[in-house]
């Protein structure tokens, strides 16, 4: 845990993962390696787990195994460190099959930009006169998607995981 760490494919970083004066502190995040993602258990309706961990060993996947079995998880999502081999070596001696690559962008948007006013677009906070167009660009998100390349989802169940997940992401539910 290096909370003031920078980087994500090492560490656990940022405030999230402060120590000190941090009453959302998930410890158990930390502690268990694994945890179930109940949005997306309820959703698909089978219990979806995601490895915390950003490196794995044969000690770690030992631990995973048990959890899988003792919480009969049926999906379980792991963000591998791409650049440490021992890691990418035990995700793959244990049948885990590569669906996506997670890119991050960052922009400080303290500064002010010039912006083109001839351009048709606008930047701001979505509220619910937006949800309808919004969730019209859901539609093929999926193609992108993990659930996609995982193989083992429904393209309608796809869709509407990602239809109701900006309704949820706008409303802040």
Request: net charge negative.
């Amino acid at each position: 845990i290096d909370y003031k760490s920078k980087d994500v494919t090492k560490y656990f970083c940022g405030q999230s993962f402060s120590l000190a004066g941090n009453p959302d502190f998930d410890f158990e995040e930390v502690t268990d390696l694994i945890y179930i993602m109940k949005w997306d258990s309820d959703f698909f309706e089978f219990p979806v787990a995601f490895i915390s961990s950003k490196y794995l060993s044969d000690t770690i996947q030992n631990h995973i195994d048990f959890f899988v079995q003792r919480n009969k998880v049926r999906l379980l999502e792991y963000l591998c460190n791409c650049h440490d081999d021992l890691s990418v070596k035990v995700a793959e001696k244990n049948n885990f099959h590569f669906t996506d690559i997670r890119i991050t962008f960052d922009l400080n948007i303290a500064t002010d930009y010039e912006i083109n006013k001839s351009l048709s677009f606008a930047f701001g906070l979505a509220n619910n006169s937006h949800l309808l167009e919004l969730k019209e660009l859901t539609k093929y998100m999926y193609k992108d998607s993990r659930y996609f390349f995982d193989g083992n989802f429904p393209i309608e169940k796809i869709n509407d995981f990602y239809s109701q997940w900006i309704e949820k992401a706008v409303l802040g539910t």
